[in-house]
């Protein structure tokens, strides 16, 4: 009973400092941006999609490819992967502007 217990937690304990980190990641950059102004929305507004080109090339290398590939030494389709990972999102960041 007790691992379940620990596993519970650890599993909230991982959630909770990734939505952390996350959030000190969007929103941290925007106060460092313009001197006058503490915080603007539509900067703010603006940053998301490639924070999210971000979240999501991170999210696909946690979820997959480190899983899948690297603990499986399964080192050189990583390194073919990642920069076809980080070309899509490039490309999909390029599109939004």
């Given at each position: 009973?007790?691992?379940v217990?620990?596993?519970?937690?650890?599993?909230?304990?991982?959630?909770?400092?990734?939505?952390?980190?996350?959030?000190?990641?969007?929103v941290?950059?925007?106060?460092?941006?313009?001197?006058?102004?503490?915080?603007?929305?539509?900067?703010?507004?603006?940053?998301?999609?490639?924070?999210?080109?971000?979240?999501?090339?991170?999210?696909?290398?946690?979820?997959?490819?480190?899983?899948?590939?690297?603990?499986?030494?399964?080192?050189?389709?990583?390194?073919?992967?990642?920069?076809?990972?980080?070309?899509?999102?490039?490309?999909?960041?390029?599109?939004?502007?």
């Open positions: 009973m007790n691992t217990i620990k596993s519970k937690t650890r599993k909230y304990n991982i959630l909770f400092i990734h939505i952390l980190l996350w959030g000190v990641f969007f941290l950059p925007n106060f460092f941006i313009d001197r006058d102004v503490l915080f603007r929305w539509d900067r703010f507004v603006r940053s998301l999609p490639t924070m999210l080109g971000f979240m999501v090339v991170f999210y696909i290398n946690y979820f997959y490819l480190i899983d899948k590939f690297l603990f499986k030494g399964k080192k050189k389709r990583v390194s073919v992967y990642q920069p076809v990972n980080n070309c899509l999102s490039s490309l999909l960041d390029k599109f939004r502007k």
